[in-house]
């Protein structure tokens, strides 16, 4: 059941921090990384010369902050594909591929037969599962299930972030093999890490501060979200969920795109979610979010704590739980998912079950 919440979209955010919790800790051990439980030998991530994440929809967002870990931690050459686009792209694969497939569901159709067609080229391929013993698990040669439990709501919430956490333990257990990270750095990492259930559970208590921001948003039409690296990726989903749920039209755009055509749109109609959470991108976040302020946008802007300090109060703020930079992932996409879930609900739509969509994909 729903456990008292009106909507199991609700229920799955509010049981994330559980959700982290079980996802990483039978993956500690002695404060590293340690997927022998599961199977997963260290040669796959020694041996490969390049990864290939490949998902469809949030899955492939949690990919696309893979991403920015894997290039600025491991300076590997990574590549996130579209399940839908990837075969069709003669994408370069071979033995020297490790192929990471994302899914909640285990079953939709495009990543599956990525897969396959992946193994025929030679990768190894590693899945990142929620659904035990679902088709895609059966087709790789190696699996993490998220361990999320149940996904009910069509908007992926748990399943995202428990994926974002898996990626963290690939991206430590990688750097550890591959001489990147010291023991003591590796240790680090996953202390820090290992926060996020705590952290998580703060952005949850400030919840009703959420709730007020989703007001400034509930008339709009068309809606844009700014940010620039990692907070880029996570607006992709942040944006993704609002659209899936409460049909606003919203995109999600790195903040130095905008003046390349998309300002145009910017009106005091568009109001501006803005993630300002990665010190060195800062400053030009600010002149960025001031640029749209100027064309008349309302700004709602999700903004890590310690750097909020000297910023205009003239933005709707909502001031997000310190982690190092390379976390603040974690709550801000708590945040982004609760604000979604507020305009839907606020609008009194069917949160769990948005029009057109269905839970499981499984044509092409
Ligand atoms: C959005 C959403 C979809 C799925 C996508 C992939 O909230 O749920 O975008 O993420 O259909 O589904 P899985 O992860 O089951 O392969």
Known sequence: GKNGYPFYMEKEIMEQPDAIERTITNRITSGMPDFTADGVPDEIFTQCERVNIIACGTAMHAGLVAQALIKSILHMHIDVDMASEF????????????????????????????????????????????????????????????????????ASTKAYTTQLAVFYLIVAKMAQLRGVFSQEET??????????????????????????????????????????????????????????????HSEAYASGELKHGPIALITQDTPVVAAVTQEKLMSKELSNIK?????????????????????????????????????????????????????????????????????VVTVE
């Open 87 to 154: 075969m069709y792209s003669d994408p370069v694969i071979d033995e020297k591929s490790l192929v990471i497939a994302v899914s909640q569901s285990g079953e939709t159709i495009d990543t599956l037969e990525a897969v396959k067609y992946a193994k025929k080229r030679g990768a190894k391929c590693l899945s990142i599962i929620n659904v035990k013993g679902s088709s895609i698990a059966r087709e790789s040669d190696y699996v993490l299930y998220t361990n999320a439990g149940p996904e009910i709501a069509v």
């Open 187 to 248: 240790q680090s990492f996953i202390r820090e890490l290992q926060r996020t259930p705590d952290v998580m559970k703060k952005v949850l208590e400030g919840r009703q501060e959420i709730h007020k921001l989703a007001n400034k948003v509930l008339e709009a039409k068309d809606l844009f979200m700014i940010g620039r690296g990692l907070d880029y990726s996570i607006l992709l989903e942040g944006s993704l969920k609002l659209k899936e749920v409460s049909y606003i």
């Open 291 to 359: 640029e749209v302020r100027s064309r008349g946008a309302d700004i709602v802007l999700f903004i890590k704590e310690s750097l909020a300090k000297d910023i205009d109060r003239a933005y709707d703020t909502f001031h997000l739980p310190d982690m190092q930079d390379e976390f603040m992932v974690m709550p801000a996409s708590v945040a982004l998912q609760l604000l979604a879930y507020y305009v839907s609900s606020d609008k009194g739509f069917d949160v769990d079950k948005p029009r057109n969509l269905a839970k």
